[in-house]
């Protein structure tokens, strides 16, 4: 099936979920961050059929990581992040601000809030490295990026079982 997609930026996501976490009163460390926009990025290539953010994922050696997200909140380490991803410059130096306006890709986070907002960084770090998870995969096959087409392959399998379970 054919990936669609998408002009939007893995900042526009991850604000998304800092505000979701103000909202909810629930810390959000750019670990949890970096794996929940990981999770939001399967759960939209597996739903709709495009990938929520064009930036893409790398198999670090610590788990899957969206760089643009790691690097502008890394000085925040394991605390809690205290302020939004900032606004950048598009092809043609406009500013973009980091604000998500596809309404589906807002129900994309919200599911993905709901279903793991609540758990911690570590647990989260967990279920993403498994085996058979496209982070181990990449990492096995000695890869940096880890692609849409194998994380729409593995959510697809996700999807299914959730429906089973529902």
């Known amino acids: 099936m054919k990936i ?3 002009d939007i930026k893995a900042g526009a996501i991850a604000n998304e979920f800092l505000m979701l976490a103000n909202k909810d009163n629930i810390e959000i460390s750019n670990l ?7 999770i939001a990025q399967g759960l939209s290539l ?10 893409s994922i790398e198999a670090w050696q610590y788990g ?5 997200i790691y690097h502008e909140f890394k000085r925040f380490r394991s605390e809690p992040i205290r302020d939004y991803r900032s606004s950048e410059l598009d092809a043609n130096f406009e500013l973009k601000e980091n604000e998500l306006n596809d309404s589906q890709l807002k129900k994309i986070v919200q599911l993905t809030w709901n279903l793991y907002g609540n758990m911690s960084a570590q647990v989260l770090v967990d279920l993403t490295h498994q085996q058979g998870t496209p982070w181990f995969v990449t990492v096995s096959e000695r890869e940096n990026i880890i692609s849409n087409e194998l994380i729409k392959k ?3 399998k996700f999807i299914i079982n959730l429906r089973k379970r529902a």
């Open 32 to 38: 949890k961050l970096m794996k929940i926009c990981y």
């Open 4 to 6: 669609y997609e998408t």
């Open 64 to 68: 899957p990581v969206i760089p643009s």
């Open 46 to 55: 597996s739903i709709l059929k495009k990938p929520a953010f064009l930036d």
């Open 154 to 156: 593995y959510y697809d």
